[in-house]
């Protein structure tokens, strides 16, 4: 049985339609991220650029600030609270993880 590449239909429109329809992403970031992460890997930069221009919009970079505020925090107190708010953020959005690729990119402007 031959079904050639059924991903290489679906992500193209699947692209367009993140991009273009879905502005809400409470309760929705895992979806978000699961399908950057395997955007990333299977979709060209040109098939994927509006989607990633929302993603990184919405998830990706707010995240970011959220855990690079994390890492400069110079008491306890303030510890504190940058794990309590990001762990709200976790919890608002569904994400406990952002994945193998988007990792990496936190992980790298982290420091």
């Known amino acids: 049985l031959d079904l050639g590449d059924p991903l290489g239909c679906l992500l193209p429109p699947a692209a367009c339609y993140f991009s273009t329809e879905l502005d809400d992403i409470e309760d929705a970031g895992m979806f978000w991220l699961d399908f950057a992460n395997v ?3 299977r ?8 989607f990633e221009a929302k993603f990184e919009r919405l998830l990706l970079r707010p995240a970011a600030r959220q855990l690079v505020a994390l890492c400069q925090v110079s008491s306890e107190e303030e510890q504190q609270q940058g794990l309590q708010a990001w762990q709200e953020m976790v919890d608002r959005l569904q994400i406990p993880y952002l994945g193998p690729h988007y990792s990496g990119v936190v992980l790298a402007e982290m420091g």
């Open 43 to 50: 979709l060209a930069e040109e098939q994927r650029r509006d």
């Open 39 to 41: 955007a990333q890997v």
